[in-house]
C-alpha cells in the first residue's frame, strides 16, 4: 500500500494547500467544476441504486466511487480545500495571505456550484424525457430530499438550524479524513481505500454536504419539490457550507497539523534517587 507516516502526509496537506492559492484562476475553475459534475453524478447514482434496491446502506456503499475518481483526477472540491488552504497560512507559507485563501474558496465555490447545476439540468432532462413526462421514481426521491433537508429543518427554527450546522461539521471530519486519504498512499490502491472509508460513513449517515447538495437541492426543484430557492439556501447550503468549515479544519487540519508538524517538546524522564 506504500504508506506514508503522518509527518510526511501532514507536510504534502500544506504543500497542497499552498499550491491551490497560487494556481491560476483558469485551473482552479475548471478543476472546481469538474469535482462538482463528478460529485453531483456519484450523487444521483446513489440516489438511484437506493430506489432500485430499497436499501440506502447500498448508495453509502457505492457513492464514494465519484469522490475517489475526481482526486485521483486532481480536482477540487470546497470541502477540501477548506482544510488545506489555512495550513500554508499556519504554516508561514511565502506569499500565503488571508485574501489569498477566500479567493480560491470563492472560485471553487463557484466552479463546484456550476458543475453540480450542469449535472442537476442533464439529468432533468433524462428523467423526465426532456421535461415532456413526470419525473420517474429516481426524479421522484430527489425532490422529496430537497424538501426533507430544508422545509424538515425549518420547522424547528433554530434547533434545526443548528442541526444542520453539526451536521455539516460532522460531514467535513469525515470527507477530509478521505481528502487526507489520497494522501496517504503512494500506490492507486491504497489511496482508494483510504478515501472510500470515511466517504462511506459520511453519506451512510446522511450528514450534509454542501457540494453534494449543490446537485439535490437544484435538482430537487426542477423535478417539482415543494420548496423554494431561500430555503434552500437559509435552511440547507449557508449553514452546511459553515458547518463544513469548521469541522473539517477543526477535527482534521488543525489537529494533524498541530501534533504532526508543531509537534509539542517530548517530556524528559528524570531517574529518582534511590532512598
Not at 17 to 22: A, C, D, L, N, Q
Not at 103 to 122: D, E, I, K, P, Q
Request: charged letters at 10%; glycine letters at 10%.
Amino acid at each position: 500500500m506504500s504508506y506514508l507516516v503522518p509527518s510526511e502526509f501532514v507536510t504534502k496537506m500544506v504543500d497542497a494547500g499552498e499550491s491551490k492559492i497560487f494556481m491560476s484562476t483558469r485551473d482552479t475553475l475548471i478543476r472546481a467544476y469538474m469535482a462538482g459534475a463528478i460529485l453531483a453524478l456519484a450523487a444521483v447514482f446513489a440516489v438511484a441504486i437506493a430506489v432500485q434496491t430499497n436499501s440506502p446502506i447500498f448508495g453509502a456503499i457505492l457513492f464514494p466511487v465519484g469522490f475517489c475518481m475526481l482526486y485521483l483526477l486532481g480536482f477540487d472540491l470546497l470541502t477540501g480545500v477548506f482544510v488545506l488552504t489555512p495550513l500554508a497560512w499556519l504554516d508561514k507559507r511565502p506569499g500565503v495571505t488571508i485574501d489569498g485563501i477566500f479567493r480560491n474558496w470563492g472560485l471553487v465555490f463557484s466552479g463546484n456550484f456550476l458543475g453540480a447545476l450542469t449535472v442537476a439540468v442533464m439529468m432533468s432532462i433524462v428523467f423526465t424525457y426532456g421535461f415532456s413526462v413526470e419525473p420517474d421514481a429516481v426524479g421522484k426521491k430527489l425532490a422529496g430530499i430537497g424538501e426533507a433537508r430544508t422545509l424538515g429543518y425549518s420547522k424547528y427554527g433554530a434547533a434545526g438550524w443548528l442541526t444542520i450546522f453539526i451536521r455539516g461539521m460532522l460531514c467535513n471530519w469525515m470527507v477530509s479524513t478521505g481528502v487526507v486519504g489520497a494522501m496517504i498512499s503512494t500506490s492507486v490502491s491504497g489511496k482508494v481505500i483510504a478515501m472510500w472509508m470515511p466517504i462511506m460513513l459520511f453519506f451512510g449517515m446522511t450528514f450534509e454536504h454542501s457540494v453534494v447538495n449543490m446537485f439535490l437541492f437544484p435538482a430537487g426543484l426542477i423535478m417539482g419539490g415543494k420548496f423554494s430557492i431561500m430555503d434552500y439556501f437559509i435552511w440547507n447550503e449557508i449553514p452546511t457550507v459553515l458547518g463544513n468549515l469548521i469541522g473539517g479544519l477543526a477535527f482534521t487540519g488543525l489537529t494533524l497539523y498541530s501534533t504532526h508538524i508543531k509537534t509539542a517538546p517530548k517530556r524528559s524522564f528524570v531517574a529518582r534517587k534511590e532512598a
